[in-house]
C-alpha cells in the first residue's frame, strides 16, 4: 500500500475513474467535483486528496479530501478531513487510518492547533483518537456532528508526526512546482520566496502562501482578482500603478517591492525578471525583496532596471580586435 495525493499524481485521470466506482453518494458527489473542476471552489486552494493505492493492482484502496473547507460553512474551524471512504472489499483493516493520519502529519507541520471532521456516525472517528465538539448544520441540510482532534500536545505520537509531515510536505511541494510557472500573481517570485521549501507556489495546486492563507479559501484578493478579470497576474492589469487591493494594501510591508516587480515584468517580461532575481540573490544576502528594493515603488523599480542594463551589458559581446 502507498498513499499519493491526486492532483500531484501522475495519472490523475485515472484516480479519477477510481473514486467514480465509488458505492456512496457522497463519494459520486467527490467524483463529479473533481471531474467538474469545481472541488477548489469549495473546499479552498489548498485542499488535496489523499489516496490510499494498492500499487500491485493499480487500484484504489481508500480516499479522503483534506481542505480548509468541508460541508460546515461559514465557519472559522479548519482544516477539515472528509470524504472518508475505503473500498468493500479492503474493508476491516483500518486502512483509511493511514490517511487520517497522512492529513494530520501535514495539519501538524502547518502548525494547525486541530484537525475536524463532519460526520453522521457515532463512534467511528473516537478510535482515532477524535473527540465530539457540537452539532452544526451542514450544507446539504440537517445538523452533523463535528469532531476534532488536537495536534499539538507534545509528545511521541506529534513528534512522529512532524517527521512525516516534514516529509509528505517537502514530496508534496516539489511535485506541485514541478514545469509550473513561479511568477507570483502579484509581482513576486516563488522562485526565489523564503517560504517555497514549504510552499508549492501561489500558481500550483499546494498554496501555502502565508498571505493567501489569511483569507476565505486560502486565495489573496490579488489572485482573486485576476481570476475574476482572466488576468496571468496583475502586471497585465492597467489598473496597476494605482491599485490598492490585496497586498498592495500600503501598509503591507511588501507593498511597493511586489509593485515595482509587476511593472517591472509587465515591461520588461518574466525571462528578465527571474534573470534579475538570480543576480540580486547572488549580490545579497536577503530573505524578502523589500529588504532590497526599499518602500518606494519608483525606487524598487529604478533598482530592477539597474541590475538588467548591467546583465544586458555584460551579455554584449566585446568588438574583436584588428
Known amino acids: 500500500m502507498k498513499i499519493i495525493e491526486y492532483f500531484t499524481s501522475e495519472n490523475p485521470e485515472h484516480w479519477l475513474a477510481e473514486i467514480g466506482k465509488s458505492d456512496w453518494d457522497a463519494g459520486q458527489y467527490l467524483y463529479e467535483l473533481l471531474r467538474d473542476h469545481r472541488f477548489k471552489a469549495l473546499a479552498g486552494r489548498t485542499a488535496l486528496v489523499p489516496l490510499l493505492i494498492d500499487e500491485e493492482t493499480n487500484r484504489l484502496v481508500s480516499y479522503c479530501t483534506f481542505a480548509p473547507l468541508d460541508n460546515i460553512q461559514p465557519t472559522n474551524l479548519s482544516p477539515w478531513i472528509g470524504f472518508v471512504y475505503t473500498f468493500p472489499e479492503y474493508r476491516g483493516h483500518r486502512y483509511v487510518g493511514q490517511l487520517i493520519a497522512y492529513s494530520e502529519s501535514l495539519a501538524t507541520i502547518m502548525g494547525k492547533e486541530y484537525t475536524y471532521i463532519s460526520t453522521g456516525h457515532t463512534g467511528l472517528y473516537e478510535k482515532y483518537g477524535y473527540t465530539f465538539l457540537e452539532m452544526q448544520e451542514a450544507l446539504e441540510g440537517g445538523l452533523s456532528r463535528i469532531y476534532r482532534k488536537a495536534l499539538q500536545i507534545d509528545g511521541e505520537e506529534k513528534a512522529l508526526r512532524m517527521a512525516r509531515g516534514e516529509q509528505w510536505k517537502a514530496e508534496l511541494v516539489q511535485k506541485a512546482k514541478k514545469n509550473l510557472d513561479m511568477t507570483a500573481i502579484c509581482g513576486f517570485s516563488c522562485k526565489h520566496c523564503f517560504l517555497g521549501e514549504w510552499c508549492g507556489g501561489c500558481r500550483s495546486v499546494f498554496c501555502c502562501c502565508s498571505y493567501g492563507t489569511l483569507f476565505p479559501g486560502d486565495k489573496c484578493p490579488n489572485a482573486a482578482c ?3 478579470k482572466g488576468l496571468d497576474g496583475c502586471y497585465d ?16 510591508d511588501g507593498a511597493a517591492a511586489s509593485k515595482a516587480q509587476a511593472l517591472f515584468i509587465r515591461k520588461y517580461g518574466k525571462e528578465a525578471f527571474f534573470r534579475v532575481h538570480d543576480r540580486l540573490h547572488e549580490t545579497y544576502d536577503f530573505q524578502k525583496t523589500q529588504e532590497i528594493l526599499g518602500q518606494s515603488v519608483e525606487s524598487g523599480l529604478g533598482i530592477l532596471e539597474k541590475c538588467w542594463n548591467e546583465i544586458l551589458k555584460e551579455s554584449v559581446p566585446a568588438p574583436e580586435r584588428g
Open 226 to 228: 485576476c481570476e475574476e
Open 237 to 252: 492589469c492597467g489598473e496597476l500603478a494605482q491599485c490598492t487591493v490585496g497586498f498592495y494594501t500600503p501598509e503591507n
